[in-house]
């Protein structure tokens, strides 16, 4: 469907199904006509590949996908919308509007079954309630994907896209860095969304590395990140120490084996000495 992002056009479709925004599933669609051609041509959407979208709305990302890519896979959790995608989308030969809850489905079988022979990616104007849960997801299933563009919160963008060792990065900054390269697309304002949110947002790109960094044991590693980053104000000894339940020796040897001073903060580490203190307690578990 033409004009699918004009404000006129839009609550046209909405009045005569009926619809009502659920603030509680975080729907802000977009109305700026220039911002979804852009995700989409930014996110991969193009020959040979297939894209997943996350969270369609009334369809005008995924009409973008549609337009340029090979095939949309786009899940939906609000099945109010599913008549109105019929709608909007009904040109759309190349497109499967699955009906569930992101979070709930194993988008590995999703690849296998639906994308067979396609290069794949994400793209999303993800509901910001679940920004974190919903990334954390995509990145630690592993996915056969080679990016994630999404929209997010203007913070969530700051933080997801911050360089480690600076006070915006957090756990989830962590994971973003160790699994993929993200790069901050662009900003977008609140006045691009129907209703209008009351913060701003950003599109950010993660791109998947091959391989992530070597580390002594990836589940461990990821438990000290989330463990000390819950108290990243705290000195690393006493984050260390206090989040991982060991006396103030311990974590000071394990420290002193990963040569981090014991005065630094969460918050200040790098990847590389993240890398060292999971091998460094590694080994003093094994010791
Ligand atoms: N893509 C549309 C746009 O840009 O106008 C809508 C984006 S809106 C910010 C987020 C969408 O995600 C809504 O359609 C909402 O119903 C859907 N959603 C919310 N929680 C979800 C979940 N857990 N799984 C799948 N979709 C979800």
Known sequence: MDNLSTPAVIKDILSRHGFTFSKRLGQNFLINPSVCPKIAELGRAESGFGIIEIGPGIGVLTNELCLRADKVVAIELD?????????????????KIVNADVLEVDLKKLIEDEFSGLRVAICANLPYYITSPIVMKLLEDRLPIVSITTMVQREAADRLCAPLGTREAGAVTVAVDY????????????????????????????????????????KLFFKIVRGIFTLRRKTVLNALSGSMGIEKPEAAKILDSAEIPQNLRPEQLKMQELISLCGAYDKFLKE
């Open 179 to 218: 699994f993929s390269e993200a790069e901050r697309l662009f900003n977008v304002s609140r006045g691009s969304f129907m209703p209008q949110p009351n913060v701003d947002s950003a599109v950010i790109r993660l791109n998947i590395r091959e391989e992530p960094p070597k580390v002594a044991d990836e």
């Open 79 to 95: 099945p109010r919308l599913l008549p109105i995608l019929g709608e909007t989308l009904s040109e759309h030969k190349n497109l």
